[in-house]
């Protein structure tokens, strides 16, 4: 009980206190960060970490002064990762009232392989930090035609 009685005793407390109270009101951040961290032992310990963290935060309702604050400057989404290519389709020409749209005609050029199922396009991804996510994605949903040999990504 002496050590409590300290000032480096109650220093260390206070401390400790702040950490875990700073770590609950961003608790999502830390949770976003965690999950946009390559894969691995840290990865997995920070997401072993950071869930049961969420969830008492938001038990508590720490999480409001958060999202408000990300509402009053226009970041509202900024905790949602979303881990799909979306890949917008090609706009068509526009033409005007009496004028055929002519399509071109398909061209493939002799010198470049033919992507299918049996030969697959290979696929390296590396890049910062925000590589990542799209990488996985495409690791992930790229289909039978695209194999991913590697997702790397470094903080910069």
């Known amino acids: 009980m002496s050590f409590l009685r300290t000032a480096a005793g109650r220093g260390t407390i206070l401390l400790a206190v702040s950490l875990a109270l700073a770590a609950l009101l961003d608790a ?4 976003k960060q965690a999950e946009t961290q390559p894969g691995g032992i840290q990865r997995r310990v920070a997401l072993d970490f950071t869930e049961p963290l969420v969830r008492i935060s938001s038990a508590l309702h720490l999480t409001a002064p958060r999202h408000e604050l990300q509402v009053a400057i226009g970041r509202t989404g900024d905790d949602t990762i979303d881990p799909g290519v ?6 068509p020409a526009r033409a005007g009232p009496h004028t055929a749209v002519q399509r071109p005609t ?20 590396a890049g910062d930090s925000l590589a990542q996510v799209p990488g996985d994605a495409l690791r992930r949903d790229g289909g039978a035609q695209i194999r991913v040999d590697g997702v790397e990504s470094r903080l910069s």
């Open 86 to 91: 979306h890949l917008a389709p090609p706009t």
């Open 106 to 125: 398909p061209h493939r050029d002799p010198q470049l392989p033919v992507i299918s199922r049996k030969q697959p396009l290979h696929v390296w991804v």
């Open 28 to 31: 999502e951040g830390l949770r």
